[in-house]
């Protein structure tokens, strides 16, 4: 129930300035409350903004250092690239041949003439414009020279589909791709892969193949078996029923017959493209730890305080925001997450990795910690010495990255990086939670549904304490109205 509010009226006073007056004291309670919340708020964010950094670090090492593939990179010289592509796949040395190509592998074909031009293949097959079939029907396909009986089963309904329907469900299902020319009537299908063989069409239960001359001893049914490639590798003679071929790690592409002729091929690495990957990691390794490195280090500004409402009215908007920047800092100040994951990661960068061959150190390929100590740990590359070290062996510098020991100091240094960063985000999201995390899941979150809580609280302290204020002033413009009544009846009774 709110309190009637006489104001001034026996008095002379300004009550409503006054009480106002009052209530701002009273409102520099929940300012404060609200400031905290922000100040929480930012912190929150800068929590994830740090996590997701982490996670692109993250990224960034299994995408580029992480894999062997980034370093079996090779520049692959060809004689007659028009017969040839060679391709590295996963072979870690450096390797040459020579190939002739006999016979390319092709695929088998049928062209089968229904002899008809009048069949739209998107009217119902029961339909006179169609090939007027009827009743369930079921055909069976098969290729690679497998007879009929072993290929897939399709069953179809004339009554409820055309012979594009059919057509669609044979492409999408048995392996051969079919086409039919409204114009001659024709009829095409050859298979998707290459290979010695035939394809093999049957009509299980009615006439849709026979219909369409497509099965075998059909009239004018035109058939093309399907070879495989021949070609004499390094002096063997091979087969395959692919003109795409894997040998020792190197995929081989057949372009065209040579008639006899070789056509070699060599490999070299590709440094450049392994040098720029590794140069990759040590940029983003480096704007890491600076980022890191400068938020703990950045005290917060007793001065700068997150703005209130009223303050923000008074201020233009750019005047806010560099106010913010100030107020803003220091949210993250002496973290001691990210303070044991700084530690932790300058060991996993300069610790040698233990193995096979001995020890191990990015030091070794040129790559070292940074002498100035203002400089956080920064990686500083000897780009000449990292080019011949992988000139001369990356798969060296793979095994220091990603060796998989059982110990930590068998570990390659990029495992250890990643379970650093794994460790200090699950660390982080403790205390700040994700984007979709509730509020009870996380501190920060806790903290401020408990700051929410205060909020109200003195939001409706500060109703309670206004109507005291009124109620108060209320009671003394009566009493003084009041007393100003008996006056003027005293002085009247002296004037009678």
Known sequence: MSTMRVGGLASGMDTESIVKSLMEVEQMKVDKLKQNKTYLEWQRDDYREMNTMLLNFD?????????QSTFTKKTVDVSDSTALSVKNINSTSEFTGSISIEQLATGSRLVGDSG????????????????????????????????????VEISFDPTKESLNDVINKINSKTGVSMYFDQATGKIGVSADETGAGNISLEDSTGTLFSSLNLTAGSTNLQTTDGNNARFTYNGLQLERSSNTVSINGVELTL???????????????????????????????????????????????????????????????????????????????????????????????????????GLASLAEFGIKTSSNYLEQGKLIIDEDKLRQAISDDPNKLYETFMADGVTDAEQGIARRLRDTVKDTMGAIEQKAGKTSSGNDSFTIGRNLKNVDRQIDNWEQRLIDIEDRYWRQFTAMEKMIQQSNSQSSYIMSQFYQ
């Open 116 to 151: 008809r031009t009048d069949i739209d293949p998107n009217t119902l097959l029961n339909s006179a414009t169609s090939l007027n079939l009827s009743g369930t029907q079921t055909i069976r396909v098969a290729t690679q020279g497998k007879p009929a009986s072993e290929g």
């Open 59 to 67: 990224q960034t090492i299994f995408d580029g250092v992480f894999r």
């Open 255 to 357: 372009k065209k017959e040579t008639s006899g002729a070789e056509v070699t091929y060599s490999s070299t690495t590709d440094t450049d493209s392994i040098l720029k990957e590794v140069v990759k990691f040590v940029d983003e390794y480096n704007k890491l730890i600076e980022k890191m490195g400068d938020e703990v280090k950045e005290r917060r500004s007793k001065e700068y305080k997150p703005l209130t409402d009223m303050e923000r009215e008074g201020l233009s908007e750019d005047e806010i925001k560099k106010w913010e920047e100030q107020a803003r800092k220091g949210t993250l100040y002496g973290d001691n997450n990210l303070s044991s994951a700084l530690n932790k990661m300058r060991v996993d960068i300069y610790s040698s990795v233990q193995g096979n061959s």
